[in-house]
C-alpha cells in the first residue's frame, strides 16, 4: 500500500468515527513492533520521527527504514517529523 497523506488518513478516520494511533520510533526494532502490530490489527498508522530524539540514532538511516516499511504495509500509513 502506498503512502498516504495524514490529512486523507485522519480525514477518514474522523469522518468513519475511529482513532488512528500516532508513534515516535527510535530504531528499526520501534518501526518493525508497531508495523506488526496494526497489520495484524489492520489498522491505519502513523509513524513519527521526533526532533528531541534525534541524538539517540542517525536520522538519514532510519528514516529510510521507516519509508521502506511504510511503502510495503498493508495497510495505509503516514509519515509525520514531530516538530520538525
Partial sequence: ????HMKDLLSHAYAHGYAVGAF????LEF??????AAERSRAPVILSLAESHLEHYDFELLMSGVEAAARRSAVPVALHFDRG
Avoid at 500500500?1 to 498516504?4: A, C, G, K, Q
Avoid at 515516535?24 to 530504531?27: A, L, N, Q
Avoid at 518501526?31 to 506488526?36: D, P
Fill in 31 to 36: 518501526v518493525e513492533g508497531v508495523m506488526a
Fill in 24 to 27: 515516535d520510533v527510535v530504531s
Fill in 1 to 4: 500500500m502506498p503512502l498516504v
